[in-house]
Structures are given as C-alpha cells and as structure tokens.
C-alpha cells in the first residue's frame, strides 16, 4: 500500500485536520489533566485548535496527510500567540490544579528556546489510525522547513508514549517537568540537520 502524500493545510480543509488532532488528543495525560470532563475538554481545545491553528494558517505550516487522519501545528520563526488568548479556557482548570497549571505553562515558557525556531504546539492522529506510520510521515515531512532554513524546532510532549517517535527524528529531551499532581510533560528541542 501506497504511503499517504503529505500535503499542507488550507482554509478549505483545516476543520478536518483540527477534528483528528482533537481524536488524537481525547486520551492525553497533560490535555485531561487540564479538562477531565469530556464537554469541557472538547469546548476549551475547540478554542486552543482555534487560537493555535489560526497563526500556523496564516504562515502556511500546518501539514497533514492526503485523508486528513491526522496533522502538525508549527508556528514559524517570528509567530508567538500571546498567553492571554488561552485565558478564557483557564477557568475550566479545576480550582485545584490551577496554580500547577499556571507553574507548568511558565516551566514550558522558559524551556522555549530564545533564538528564532519552529514551534510545534500540536501534531495528532484520530487514534483509529494510529500504528500506520503517518504521524511520523507529516512529523518527517514538516522537519524539513527547519532544516531548510537551519532553525531549531521545539515542542513540549504532554505524552511519555509519544517521546520515542520525538526521538527517531532528533528531538532530545531537555527536562521533565511535573508540578503538584500532574502528569510528566517533557520540552524537547531538535537541531537543523
């Protein structure tokens, strides 16, 4: 079989790929840990596909397989989305965990790298279509703009189970990072090749 071409994102399609990312995400330690409950949790990462996904639109970096089963978010050199978008989803924290929520947000805020890079806040895929290789096809394909262009790429895995595939395509961990009850969460920083 044919592996899926990888393709970039366009406003007549970046629904679809928003609708896998969010299947990929639905089982996620970090993501539930933030919206334990499933309507909140589908509610407030509609809004963070929303507010992630616009600027990466806008600069033509979201990559995505021909069926649309899954995607990567990167954010170019120069695009930062100010905190305070997210603001409104942070009431939906339980109470609880808020300050560790906050605490994480500055860890992950200071492991960014301060050079110009690649950001990827999301790369997902509907969990029926996971084992197939395509998330390390669009992983691999949309490496190839920071190396091009000898930039680093940075990216915080919310998954342990997900590291390994970071690592075949040379992310290296730079620290784990865990506060109050919260599940590990790793920065990662690649290298131009």
Request: hydrophobic share 35%; with cysteine; charged share 25%.
């Given at each position: 079989?044919?592996?899926?071409?990888?393709?970039?994102?366009?406003?007549?399609?970046?629904?679809?790929?928003?609708?896998?990312?969010?299947?990929?995400?639905a089982?996620?330690?970090?993501?539930?840990?933030?919206?334990?409950?499933?309507?909140?949790?589908?509610?407030?990462?509609?809004?963070?596909?929303?507010?992630?996904?616009?600027?990466?639109?806008?600069?033509?970096?979201?990559?995505?397989?021909?069926?649309?089963?899954?995607?990567?978010?990167?954010?170019?050199?120069?695009?930062?989305?100010?905190?305070?978008?997210?603001?409104?989803?942070?009431?939906?924290?339980?109470?609880?965990?808020?300050?560790?929520?906050?605490?994480?947000?500055?860890?992950?805020?200071?492991?960014?790298?301060?050079?110009?890079?690649?950001?990827?806040?999301?790369?997902?895929?509907?969990?029926?279509?996971?084992?197939?290789?395509?998330g390390?096809?669009?992983?691999?394909?949309?490496l190839?703009?920071?190396?091009?262009?000898?930039?680093?790429?940075?990216?915080?895995?919310?998954?342990?189970?997900?590291?390994?595939?970071?690592?075949?395509?040379?992310?290296?961990?730079?620290?784990?990072?865990?506060?109050?009850?919260?599940?590990?969460?790793?920065?990662?920083?690649?290298?131009?090749?």
């Amino acid at each position: 079989m044919e592996p899926p071409k990888i393709i970039k994102a366009d406003s007549s399609n970046v629904e679809k790929v928003k609708s896998a990312i969010t299947l990929g995400f639905a089982a996620d330690p970090f993501l539930r840990w933030f919206f334990p409950d499933p309507h909140i949790y589908l509610k407030n990462f509609a809004f963070w596909m929303d507010a992630f996904s616009k600027p990466a639109l806008e600069s033509d970096s979201i990559f995505t397989d021909e069926n649309f089963y899954g995607g990567a978010i990167w954010h170019p050199p120069g695009i930062h989305l100010d905190s305070d978008v997210l603001a409104p989803t942070l009431e939906d924290i339980p109470d609880f965990r808020l300050e560790s929520a906050l605490q994480m947000f500055e860890e992950f805020n200071e492991c960014h790298p301060k050079e110009d890079h690649w950001y990827l806040p999301f790369i997902g895929l509907d969990p029926s279509k996971q084992g197939q290789g395509i998330g390390s096809l669009i992983l691999k394909e949309s490496l190839k703009q920071a190396d091009e262009q000898g930039k680093v790429a940075y990216l915080e895995s919310s998954n342990p189970m997900n590291m390994s595939l970071y690592e075949r395509h040379g992310f290296e961990t730079m620290k784990k990072v865990q506060i109050g009850d919260s599940p590990p969460a790793h920065p990662m920083i690649r290298y131009p090749r």
